[in-house]
T-cell receptor
Framework: GAGVSQSPSNKVTEKGKDVELRCDPISGHTALYWYRQSLGQGLEFLIYFQGNSAPDKSGLPSDRFSAERTGGSVSTLTIQRTQQEDSAVYLC????????????FGEGSWLTVV | KQEVTQIPAALSVPEGENLVLNCSFTDSAIYNLQWFRQDPGKGLTSLLLIQSSQREQTSGRLNASLDKSSGRSTLYIAASQPGDSATYLCAVKESSGDKLTFGTGTRLAVRP
Protein backbone atom coordinates (compact mmCIF):
# COMPACT_ATOMS: atom_id res chain seq x y z
CA GLY A 1 0.00 0.00 0.00
CA ALA A 2 0.92 3.65 -0.15
CA GLY A 3 1.40 4.10 3.57
CA VAL A 4 1.44 2.33 6.92
CA SER A 5 -1.99 0.87 7.59
CA GLN A 6 -3.34 0.12 11.05
CA SER A 7 -6.51 -1.62 12.19
CA PRO A 8 -8.80 -1.22 13.93
CA SER A 9 -8.72 2.56 13.91
CA ASN A 10 -10.83 2.60 17.07
CA LYS A 11 -11.43 -0.09 19.67
CA VAL A 12 -13.46 0.00 22.86
CA THR A 13 -13.01 -3.03 25.07
CA GLU A 14 -13.98 -4.11 28.55
CA LYS A 15 -11.36 -4.34 31.25
CA GLY A 16 -9.89 -7.83 31.38
CA LYS A 17 -10.44 -8.65 27.72
CA ASP A 18 -7.62 -9.29 25.24
CA VAL A 19 -7.12 -7.07 22.18
CA GLU A 20 -5.12 -7.40 18.99
CA LEU A 21 -3.91 -4.44 16.97
CA ARG A 22 -2.64 -4.92 13.45
CA CYS A 23 -0.05 -3.03 11.42
CA ASP A 24 0.68 -3.32 7.71
CA PRO A 25 3.97 -1.54 7.01
CA ILE A 26 4.93 0.05 3.72
CA SER A 27 5.81 -2.67 1.23
CA GLY A 28 9.53 -3.48 1.32
CA HIS A 29 10.19 -1.80 4.66
CA THR A 30 12.25 -4.06 6.88
CA ALA A 31 12.07 -1.98 10.07
CA LEU A 32 8.83 -1.79 12.06
CA TYR A 33 8.14 0.08 15.31
CA TRP A 34 5.29 0.19 17.81
CA TYR A 35 4.80 3.27 19.98
CA ARG A 36 2.14 4.24 22.50
CA GLN A 37 0.80 7.76 23.04
CA SER A 38 -1.32 8.37 26.09
CA LEU A 39 -3.51 11.45 26.43
CA GLY A 40 -1.29 14.49 26.89
CA GLN A 41 1.86 12.37 26.95
CA GLY A 42 4.77 11.92 24.59
CA LEU A 43 5.39 8.87 22.46
CA GLU A 44 6.54 5.83 24.40
CA PHE A 45 8.61 3.21 22.56
CA LEU A 46 7.24 -0.32 22.84
CA ILE A 47 9.00 -2.68 20.43
CA TYR A 48 11.15 -2.69 17.27
CA PHE A 49 11.52 -5.32 14.54
CA GLN A 50 14.32 -5.34 11.97
CA GLY A 51 14.30 -8.02 9.30
CA ASN A 52 14.95 -11.45 10.76
CA SER A 53 16.79 -10.15 13.83
CA ALA A 54 15.46 -10.68 17.33
CA PRO A 55 13.09 -7.83 18.18
CA ASP A 56 13.99 -5.12 20.69
CA LYS A 57 11.26 -5.59 23.30
CA SER A 58 12.80 -3.26 25.87
CA GLY A 59 9.85 -0.86 25.84
CA LEU A 60 7.03 -3.31 26.52
CA PRO A 61 5.51 -2.14 29.84
CA SER A 62 4.49 -5.55 31.18
CA ASP A 63 4.22 -9.21 30.26
CA ARG A 64 0.61 -8.56 29.23
CA PHE A 65 2.01 -6.96 26.09
CA SER A 66 3.45 -8.97 23.22
CA ALA A 67 4.03 -8.47 19.53
CA GLU A 68 4.94 -10.57 16.56
CA ARG A 69 5.78 -9.95 12.96
CA THR A 70 4.95 -12.67 10.49
CA GLY A 71 6.90 -13.12 7.28
CA GLY A 72 8.78 -9.91 7.86
CA SER A 73 5.70 -7.86 7.01
CA VAL A 74 2.46 -7.61 9.01
CA SER A 75 2.77 -7.12 12.76
CA THR A 76 0.26 -7.76 15.54
CA LEU A 77 0.43 -6.14 18.98
CA THR A 78 -1.50 -8.12 21.59
CA ILE A 79 -2.57 -6.80 24.97
CA GLN A 80 -3.88 -9.42 27.37
CA ARG A 81 -6.19 -8.77 30.30
CA THR A 82 -6.51 -5.09 29.40
CA GLN A 83 -6.46 -2.45 32.12
CA GLN A 84 -7.81 1.09 32.03
CA GLU A 85 -4.28 2.48 31.98
CA ASP A 86 -3.77 0.71 28.64
CA SER A 87 -6.11 3.28 27.04
CA ALA A 88 -4.00 5.15 24.50
CA VAL A 89 -3.23 5.52 20.82
CA TYR A 90 -1.01 2.75 19.55
CA LEU A 91 1.10 3.94 16.64
CA CYS A 92 2.96 1.76 14.19
CA UNK A 93 5.79 3.00 11.99
CA UNK A 94 8.10 1.55 9.37
CA UNK A 95 11.27 2.48 7.54
CA UNK A 96 13.28 1.00 4.73
CA UNK A 97 16.22 -0.13 6.84
CA UNK A 98 17.89 0.32 10.20
CA UNK A 99 19.96 3.21 8.94
CA UNK A 100 19.18 6.85 8.60
CA UNK A 101 16.03 6.73 6.56
CA UNK A 102 12.76 8.49 7.20
CA UNK A 103 10.29 6.74 9.47
CA UNK A 104 6.66 6.71 8.38
CA PHE A 105 3.80 6.43 10.84
CA GLY A 106 0.31 5.02 10.50
CA GLU A 107 -2.81 6.81 11.73
CA GLY A 108 -2.86 4.80 14.92
CA SER A 109 -5.28 2.52 16.72
CA TRP A 110 -7.23 4.33 19.43
CA LEU A 111 -7.83 1.94 22.32
CA THR A 112 -10.29 2.68 25.12
CA VAL A 113 -10.60 0.26 28.02
CA VAL A 114 -13.81 0.70 30.00
CA LYS B 1 19.33 7.57 29.10
CA GLN B 2 18.48 9.94 26.28
CA GLU B 3 16.06 12.71 27.18
CA VAL B 4 14.51 15.04 24.62
CA THR B 5 12.97 18.37 25.62
CA GLN B 6 10.95 20.75 23.49
CA ILE B 7 10.40 24.39 24.28
CA PRO B 8 7.95 26.03 24.26
CA ALA B 9 5.22 23.52 25.06
CA ALA B 10 2.67 25.73 23.32
CA LEU B 11 2.87 28.73 21.02
CA SER B 12 0.27 31.00 19.47
CA VAL B 13 1.25 33.43 16.71
CA PRO B 14 -0.54 35.59 14.14
CA GLU B 15 -0.48 34.49 10.55
CA GLY B 16 2.59 35.57 8.61
CA GLU B 17 5.05 35.45 11.49
CA ASN B 18 8.32 33.59 11.30
CA LEU B 19 8.84 31.28 14.27
CA VAL B 20 11.37 28.93 15.83
CA LEU B 21 10.69 25.72 17.71
CA ASN B 22 13.42 24.30 19.91
CA CYS B 23 14.50 20.75 20.66
CA SER B 24 17.30 19.71 22.99
CA PHE B 25 18.70 16.28 23.77
CA THR B 26 21.01 15.09 26.52
CA ASP B 27 23.17 12.53 24.72
CA SER B 28 24.96 13.92 21.67
CA ALA B 29 25.81 10.45 20.31
CA ILE B 30 22.92 10.50 17.88
CA TYR B 31 22.54 8.91 14.46
CA ASN B 32 19.95 11.36 13.19
CA LEU B 33 17.16 13.71 14.25
CA GLN B 34 13.74 13.90 12.71
CA TRP B 35 11.00 16.51 12.97
CA PHE B 36 7.36 15.41 12.74
CA ARG B 37 4.00 17.08 12.63
CA GLN B 38 0.91 15.63 14.31
CA ASP B 39 -2.58 16.91 13.63
CA PRO B 40 -5.32 16.24 16.22
CA GLY B 41 -6.51 12.65 16.06
CA LYS B 42 -3.96 11.72 13.44
CA GLY B 43 -0.66 9.92 13.16
CA LEU B 44 2.71 11.59 12.66
CA THR B 45 3.90 13.07 9.39
CA SER B 46 7.63 13.33 8.81
CA LEU B 47 8.80 16.84 7.95
CA LEU B 48 12.59 16.79 7.90
CA LEU B 49 15.35 14.30 8.66
CA ILE B 50 18.85 15.50 9.55
CA GLN B 51 21.72 13.03 9.65
CA SER B 52 24.30 13.49 12.41
CA SER B 53 26.85 14.68 9.85
CA GLN B 54 24.55 17.41 8.55
CA ARG B 55 23.96 20.90 9.89
CA GLU B 56 20.59 21.67 8.33
CA GLN B 57 17.81 20.56 6.03
CA THR B 58 15.24 22.63 4.19
CA SER B 59 11.85 21.85 2.74
CA GLY B 60 9.74 24.70 1.46
CA ARG B 61 9.06 27.12 4.31
CA LEU B 62 10.67 24.79 6.84
CA ASN B 63 14.32 24.77 7.87
CA ALA B 64 15.75 22.49 10.52
CA SER B 65 19.22 22.91 11.98
CA LEU B 66 21.28 20.56 14.10
CA ASP B 67 24.09 21.35 16.52
CA LYS B 68 25.04 17.91 17.73
CA SER B 69 27.80 19.01 20.08
CA SER B 70 25.47 21.25 22.06
CA GLY B 71 22.55 18.83 21.83
CA ARG B 72 20.17 21.19 20.06
CA SER B 73 17.99 21.41 17.00
CA THR B 74 15.67 24.15 15.82
CA LEU B 75 12.78 24.09 13.40
CA TYR B 76 12.26 27.40 11.64
CA ILE B 77 8.89 28.04 10.00
CA ALA B 78 8.75 31.02 7.66
CA ALA B 79 5.63 33.04 6.93
CA SER B 80 3.39 30.90 9.11
CA GLN B 81 -0.13 29.99 7.93
CA PRO B 82 -3.22 28.74 9.82
CA GLY B 83 -2.67 25.36 8.14
CA ASP B 84 0.61 25.06 10.05
CA SER B 85 -1.38 24.69 13.29
CA ALA B 86 -0.44 21.29 14.75
CA THR B 87 1.82 19.68 17.32
CA TYR B 88 5.47 19.50 16.26
CA LEU B 89 7.61 16.68 17.61
CA CYS B 90 11.32 16.08 17.37
CA ALA B 91 12.84 12.65 17.76
CA VAL B 92 16.42 11.41 17.93
CA LYS B 93 17.81 8.08 16.90
CA GLU B 94 20.87 7.17 18.92
CA SER B 95 24.00 5.72 17.41
CA SER B 96 23.84 2.75 19.77
CA GLY B 97 20.31 1.64 19.04
CA ASP B 98 17.41 1.65 16.68
CA LYS B 99 14.55 3.28 18.53
CA LEU B 100 13.53 6.91 18.35
CA THR B 101 13.27 8.97 21.52
CA PHE B 102 10.61 11.65 21.21
CA GLY B 103 10.15 15.02 22.83
CA THR B 104 6.75 15.93 24.24
CA GLY B 105 6.09 18.36 21.41
CA THR B 106 5.24 21.99 20.82
CA ARG B 107 1.59 22.75 20.16
CA LEU B 108 1.43 25.54 17.58
CA ALA B 109 -1.61 27.67 16.81
CA VAL B 110 -1.42 30.16 13.94
CA ARG B 111 -4.22 32.74 14.16
CA PRO B 112 -5.75 34.07 10.92
Amino acid sequence: GAGVSQSPSNKVTEKGKDVELRCDPISGHTALYWYRQSLGQGLEFLIYFQGNSAPDKSGLPSDRFSAERTGGSVSTLTIQRTQQEDSAVYLCASSSDRGGNTIYFGEGSWLTVV
Amino acid sequence: KQEVTQIPAALSVPEGENLVLNCSFTDSAIYNLQWFRQDPGKGLTSLLLIQSSQREQTSGRLNASLDKSSGRSTLYIAASQPGDSATYLCAVKESSGDKLTFGTGTRLAVRP
